[in-house]
């Protein structure tokens, strides 16, 4: 006679989910911190009962098989969440790989009279485990890289702020890398600013920029010209030596823009231009 | 020239020259050049791998340490793609000539900041451009 490892398993599907459970509150990786007892199991559940509904004996023979689409997409979306929570790839891989120990140890005990049947289906089962493990992974580093970008974003957005020093003079720091897309959210941040303080004299502070090659260059000369047209004056500070050296062999021409090699001294110029004067005050 | 030690990248958008340029960075450090030097190189190669993306779309690079005359290591960086080739190297080598709307500063800038500096480019198959640094060069 012939057995239908399928229907062995839809009939023992309580006792799978109790002994998956039973795997999974063992394991010394299980993340309380992270997921309470009673959400992993409406998750473990969830996965089980897609599993199981949609398994028959044609989908466990070929992997690929598009009835097997709803336990993908369950499996997925465990796996992003479990990314964005902080999971490590061994945890989240380990919640797939223990439902394996439970499914195995049931057939067992349901095909104990005939070896070589067990077999055969266990490595089916175990096949079909394995698949949802490498789609399980899959998303997971799907998952990692969704929020690398989102912070990715997000350095942008806080990576160019734009600061009143004094009455009339805006200085906007910029560290990191100047591509083209960073210098529009730079210029635009500028030249906004410069309208809504109404200053006349705007510093680009390029201390933190590793390396002034032509098309940063390019860049700067375009914000300074930009910011010129608003009848501001735009002062390039923080150019480190190496970066002057660099600038003069590639053979740049910044002899019409104002540079200082620091912070300090932009500001020293931006005072004298508004005719301010800083004084110690003398104690009499 | 004994090669050393070498890493290959590929370039296919602006977020892989960051990860070049800071591989590079370490290759530097790994034989003690000077910060000036770095940074020449750092440029040069930057200047190199724009182009690369910008014009054949992408390519690779190899990044080398060497040994060279006089036992003085250095670093060697071989750009090469299967972009449309330059039909006038001569020309592309000048200041200020550009097919794009840059400055025209890339490849002569580049040249300039190095201590050896080959080109090869077949029009429609591709171009090699091939970097050296020496540590105090």
Known sequence: MKLDTAKILQKRKKQI??????????????????????????????????????????????????????VHEVLEGISISRAKQGYSPRETGMFVFSLKDALLSILAQEIKNDPVQLLDESLKVSKLIDSLGIITFETFIKGREEVILRQTDEITEISTPVIRVWDGIVAMPIIGTLDSSRTQVVMENLLQEIVDTSSSIAILDISGVPAVDSLVAQHLIKTVSATRLMGAECIISGIRPEIAQTVVHLGIDLSGIVTKASLASALRHAYALLQLEVKKVVAK | MIVLSSDNMRILKELDMVVFRNRLKEFAVKIGMGLVNQTKLITAAS???????????????????????????????????????????????????????????????????????????????????????????
């Open chain 1, 17 to 70: 989910l109790e002994l998956w459970m039973k795997n999974q509150l063992v394991d010394f990786s299980l993340r309380e911190d992270l997921m309470s007892n009673d959400e992993l199991t409406v998750q473990s559940e969830e996965l089980v009962d897609v599993l199981l509904q949609t398994l028959s004996g044609n989908n466990l023979e070929d992997l690929q098989a598009s009835s097997l689409e709803a």
């Open chain 2, 47 to 137: 200047e190199l791998s724009r182009n690369m993306l910008r014009y054949a779309g992408g390519g690779t690079v190899l990044i080398e340490i060497v040994n060279g005359p006089q036992r003085q290591n250095g670093v060697r960086v071989t750009f090469s793609d299967n972009g449309p080739g330059i039909p006038n190297i001569e020309q592309a080598m000048k200041d200020g000539f550009s097919t794009g709307k840059s400055l025209g500063l890339g490849l002569p800038g580049a040249k300039r900041l190095v201590s050896d500096f080959d080109i090869k480019s077949t029009v429609g198959k591709g171009t090699t451009i091939t970097i050296i640094k020496w540590k105090n060069g």
